[in-house]
């Protein structure tokens, strides 16, 4: 249903200047005869710039109860009439706003000059009075006023006096920010600008590199690391995946991997990383206080040594080993010391790696550290066989290289190779005179493990049944010693008997005795203290002339605990056979005995005083066995009696091993 319509007919009035006018101006018909005068308004322009609305009163009703007419009031002060009115359109301009780039790079460290991002204009002449400033502060960033941040998605109206106090400071990363100007009456547009602080970027001088677990790298040498905005480097980031063992350090001391190791930009000097055994990826990325930058990976490796041979193919010989430091050279690639080699031999030929002299194992790893490196030699076999050797920097081994070594040592015909590299082992006979009674007896056979092995013992072939015998060796300072302990639950025959068959394998051919040196007797019928009767142990065929006995005496330590003052004191007596008694072979047999009849030796003849199966050279165990000097009785002998010294001799342990030479007392 549409509306009623409203008809107004203006009237025409007569005015004289400067007269006033007061009288009806226009009629105005409304349809509807329920609205009365006063539900209406009306405005009369008079036509000279004047007019204005008129007062509800002066709104009458007419005879009709739809017709309405309108009184004014006006007075002319021009004659005339006026002419047709003109349009003008007239624009007062808002400010233009023009960002001087879209996009920017901006800084949190450094807030950039409001200033510098834009320029503002208006058309028509207006100075700008003001600016608007927004952030959206999705990365953080903000809009300051002497250095203090305004809200983010809101107005900041900012005079324009005060435009140099506004900066900008960047978040982390990107984030569009808006500007407007107004002249003081009206702003102009927004305009938009892409602000992005960039994170901080790291690049590896190097993605594979060599490095040491003896001798970390800097961290501060494995990379660079810069902000495109300018920001400086607050932090680092460091990971290690430690599949190879690896580390870094601060101040020496492991980081956990796996994990992130946060490390401020002042403490850079004091990270390193300490290689594993092979390869390994580490990690690193660089803050700038807001936000780090993009992982960087590098491939750590730790070389293991590598060995070179000084000749893959090498003759050597069966009697003269040579030694291994000259068949090859050792390094790490990474600078690690070599700490360790592994030697292994075939055999196929029968030859040996030889430490101190001693036939190392055959067929398995022997593990020798760096500084017995001139302790190892190779003895060659029968004909041609492959070593190898490996070297270790102590976290991991490389790899095993073979050198080919022959050696013109040829078995008879008929002789396997084995046999024959064995001809040269054999046996000798250590044999036992007593006049019987005795159910055990240990003795101990000296040599030089460079010229033979003495490796193992069995029991002589006139022993009892129930006869048992133990053997082991030990190295001494300057050789090997042999320990042989026979036992029997049935006495020993009396006179001479074969006691033991002790088997020897001399390093050189044809030379079996060689590196024999002395035969000393330990006990009789199992104690220490036990008072022996007379034996004698005799090995034949022990060279007397060779240079491993030049100046050695033969010895003879005997042990007596009872004495006829002092239970608790042991005597001590040392009796040698007689230089004019002595045979051919005195120096590979040994006595033990109580005979005062025996000749004995002046005691001015140097002498080694032995207590139990240790050398009173031993200081240590005579100073654990006997812990303080006591008063003993010191019995001594011409060559042909035995005569108690009337005095008493104080003698600490120290000085017991040199020994002592009394005068005799006429």
């Known amino acids: 249903m549409r509306a009623p319509q409203l008809t107004v007919t203006p009237l025409a009035i007569n005015a004289a200047q400067f007269a006033a006018f007061h009288g009806a101006v226009a009629t105005f018909t409304f349809p509807d005869p329920t609205y009365v005068s006063t539900d209406f308004s009306a405005t009369i322009d008079w036509g000279d710039d004047s007019g204005g609305p008129v007062a509800a009163d002066l709104i009458f009703p007419t005879t009709s109860p739809t017709t309405y007419t309108v009184i004014g009031t006006?007075?002319?002060?021009?004659?005339?009439?006026?002419?047709?009115?003109?349009?003008?359109?007239?624009?007062?301009?808002?400010?233009?706003?023009?960002?001087?780039?879209?996009?920017?790079?901006?800084?949190?460290?450094?807030?950039?000059?409001?200033s510098t991002l834009f320029t503002a204009s208006d058309q028509d002449g207006d100075g700008i009075a003001q600016y608007d400033f927004w952030g959206t502060g999705t990365a953080g960033g903000h809009w300051l006023l002497n250095g203090n941040a305004l809200p983010n998605s809101q107005d900041n109206f900012i005079n324009a006096s005060q435009l140099s106090q506004v900066t900008y400071q960047g978040g982390a990363g990107a984030e569009t920010i808006w500007m407007r100007a107004s002249d003081g009456i009206q702003y102009g547009a927004w305009k938009p600008i892409n602000a992005t602080d960039t994170a901080p970027v790291l690049t590896p001088n190097n993605v594979n590199i060599t490095v040491s677990h003896s001798d970390p790298v800097a961290a501060s040498t494995l990379f660079t690391a810069s902000d495109q905005d300018g920001d400086g480097i607050a932090q680092y980031d460091f990971w290690g995946t430690g599949t190879a063992g690896g580390h870094w350090l601060l101040n020496g001391n492991a980081l956990p991997n796996s994990l992130d190791n946060f490390i401020d930009a002042s403490q850079l000097s004091q990270v390193t990383y300490q290689g594993g055994a092979g390869t390994e990826t580490?990690?690193?990325?660089?803050?700038?206080?807001?936000?780090?930058?993009?992982?960087?990976?590098?491939?750590?490796?730790?070389?293991?040594?590598?060995?070179?041979?000084?000749?893959?193919?090498?003759?050597?010989?069966?009697?003269?080993?040579?030694?291994?430091?000259?068949?090859?050279?050792?390094?790490?690639?990474?600078?690690?010391?070599?700490?360790?080699f592994d030697f292994w031999d075939s055999s196929t030929a029968g030859g040996h790696w030889l430490l101190s002299g001693q036939a190392l194992p055959n067929g398995q790893d022997n593990y020798v550290n760096a500084a017995q490196l001139s302790q190892v030699t190779y003895q060659g076999g029968a004909g041609t066989e492959t070593i190898w050797v490996r070297a270790s920097d102590g976290l991991q081994y490389g790899a095993w290289t073979s050198i080919s070594a022959s050696s013109s040592f040829a078995p008879a015909s008929g002789t396997s190779v084995t046999s024959a590299l064995e001809s040269d082992a054999t046996s000798i006979d250590a044999t036992f005179s007593s006049a019987g009674g005795v159910k055990s007896v240990a003795f101990r056979l000296d040599y030089d493990p460079e010229l033979v092995t003495v490796?193992?013992?069995?029991?002589?072939?006139?022993?009892?049944?129930?006869?048992?015998i133990s053997f082991r060796t030990a190295a001494t300072e300057d050789g090997a010693e042999a320990y042989i302990t026979v036992t029997s639950e049935e006495p020993i025959p009396a006179g001479t008997v074969n006691l033991a068959s002790v088997s020897i394998t001399p390093r050189y051919s044809g030379r079996q005795h060689?590196?024999?040196?002395?035969?000393?007797?330990?006990?009789?019928?199992?104690?220490?203290?036990?008072?022996?009767?007379?034996?004698?142990?005799?090995?034949?065929?022990?060279?007397?002339?060779?240079?491993?006995?030049?100046?050695?005496?033969?010895?003879?330590?005997?042990?007596?605990?009872?004495?006829?003052?002092?239970?608790?004191?042991?005597?001590?007596?040392?009796?040698?056979?007689?230089?004019?008694?002595?045979?051919?072979?005195?120096?590979?047999?040994?006595?033990?005995?109580?005979?005062?009849a025996q000749d004995w030796a002046d005691l001015r003849t140097p002498v080694r005083i032995a207590i139990g199966e240790l050398s009173a050279t031993d200081t240590d165990l005579v100073s654990k066995d006997l812990r303080h000097s006591r008063r003993w009785k010191l019995d001594w002998s011409t060559n042909d009696s035995a005569t108690n010294l009337p005095e008493k001799v104080r003698i600490t342990f120290a000085s017991l091993a040199i020994g002592a030479d009394p005068a005799p007392n006429p």
Do not use: C
């Open 74 to 114: 006006h007075t002319y002060v021009r004659d005339g009439a006026y002419g047709a009115w003109k349009p003008i359109n007239a624009t007062d301009a808002a400010p233009v706003l023009t960002p001087n780039s879209s996009s920017i790079l901006v800084s949190h460290s450094n807030p950039v000059a409001a």
């Open 282 to 340: 580490i990690w690193m990325r660089a803050s700038d206080g807001i936000q780090y930058g993009t992982w960087k990976f590098i491939n750590a490796t730790d070389t293991a040594p590598a060995v070179t041979p000084t000749n893959v193919n090498i003759t050597v010989s069966y009697t003269e080993p040579v030694a291994a430091s000259t068949l090859f050279k050792a390094s790490d690639a990474d600078g690690d010391s070599i700490a360790q």
């Open 455 to 468: 490796a193992d013992a069995e029991p002589g072939a006139d022993l009892p049944d129930s006869a048992r």
């Open 514 to 596: 060689e590196g024999l040196r002395r035969l000393h007797v330990h006990d009789v019928n199992g104690g220490l203290f036990a008072k022996p009767e007379k034996i004698r142990i005799r090995i034949d065929d022990v060279a007397r002339t060779s240079s491993e006995m030049s100046g050695t005496e033969q010895d003879v330590d005997f042990l007596d605990r009872y004495s006829e003052r002092d239970s608790s004191a042991p005597k001590i007596r040392v009796k040698i056979l007689a230089p004019e008694a002595s045979t051919d072979n005195a120096s590979s047999e040994s006595i033990l005995t109580e005979d005062p």
